[in-house]
């Protein structure tokens, strides 16, 4: 599985940000899906999850209520809505899909990432 995150851009404290991720090369519906973030000298930390159904989500407590993950797996894509936007967001965005079970909240449990897309939040 091939992806491709996108959607990353300067937006100021409260806005909004849509990311895409898309996926080529294998049948997307199999894989569950995560959004991690890497900031400035920081390691690379749990956003949210979608299971590969679509039915089942995560997210990690500081994103609660202000992100929402979604995915169309016949649009191959998943999407990570943000909104209410703080500094502190300012990261590159990856995603990352798996198939095995395992903590949705490890980078461990993934097998294929994307390129990663720049968020920047200003005040």
């Known amino acids: 599985v091939q992806l491709q995150a996108s959607g990353g851009g300067l937006v100021q404290a409260g806005g909004s940000l849509r990311l895409s991720c898309v996926a080529s090369?294998?049948?997307?519906?199999?894989?569950?899906v995560g959004w991690f973030r890497q900031g400035p000298e920081k390691e690379r930390e749990f956003v949210a999850s979608v299971s590969a159904s679509g039915g089942i989500t995560y997210y990690a407590d500081s994103m609660k209520g202000r992100f929402t993950i979604s995915r169309d797996n016949a649009q191959n894509t998943v999407y990570l809505q943000m909104n209410s936007l703080k500094p502190e967001d300012t990261a590159v965005y990856y995603c990352a899909a798996r198939r095995r079970s395992g903590d949705y909240r490890s980078t461990r449990s993934y097998d294929y990432w994307g390129q990663g897309t720049q968020v920047t939040v200003s005040s």
């Open positions: 090369g294998r049948t997307f519906g199999g894989y569950a």
